[in-house]
Nanobody
Framework: QVQLAESGGGLVQPGGSLRLSCAAS????????MGWYRQAPGKERELVAS???????TVADSVKGRFTISRDNGKKMVYLQMNTVKPEDTAAYYC?????????WGQGTQVTVSS
C-alpha cells in the first residue's frame, strides 16, 4: 500500500521560512519522480517543484529562487524548503509520486502566509 505523509505546514509570516517533509512508503522510491503541488481556494492544483530519482529538478517560475526541493533516497523522504514566503504562497501543499501511469498523492498540509 502506497502512503505519502506530509508534515511541516503551518502559519508563517511573510518573508519567513518553512520546510515541508514527505515520507513515502510502499514504492521503490528511487524509481519515482517526487513532486510538490499546491492548491489555493478557487484555483487549480499546480506544480511547485519536482525531482527525479537522479536528482534532476523542475521548479515553477513563481517560486524559483525561493523554494528548493530535495530528496533523501535512503530515508524515502522528499523536502520542500520554502524561503521568503509571500501571502500568495498560501495553499494546501500536496506530495506526489509519479512513475509512468502510477500516480499517488498525499493528503496535503496547509501553509498559510500571513502577518
Amino acid at each position: 500500500q502506497v502512503q505519502l505523509a506530509e508534515s511541516g505546514g503551518g502559519l508563517v509570516q511573510p518573508g519567513g521560512s518553512l520546510r515541508l517533509s514527505c515520507a513515502a512508503s510502499g514504492i521503490t522510491f528511487t524509481l519515482y519522480t517526487m513532486g510538490w503541488y499546491r492548491q489555493a481556494p478557487g484555483k487549480e492544483r499546480e506544480l511547485v517543484a519536482s525531482i527525479t530519482g537522479g536528482g534532476r529538478t523542475t521548479v515553477a517560475d513563481s517560486v524559483k529562487g525561493r523554494f528548493t526541493i530535495s530528496r533523501d533516497n535512503g530515508k524515502k523522504m522528499v523536502y520542500l524548503q520554502m524561503n521568503t514566503v509571500k501571502p500568495e504562497d498560501t495553499a494546501a501543499y500536496y506530495c506526489n509520486s509519479r512513475l509512468s501511469s502510477h500516480n499517488y498523492w498525499g493528503q496535503g498540509t496547509q501553509v498559510t502566509v500571513s502577518s
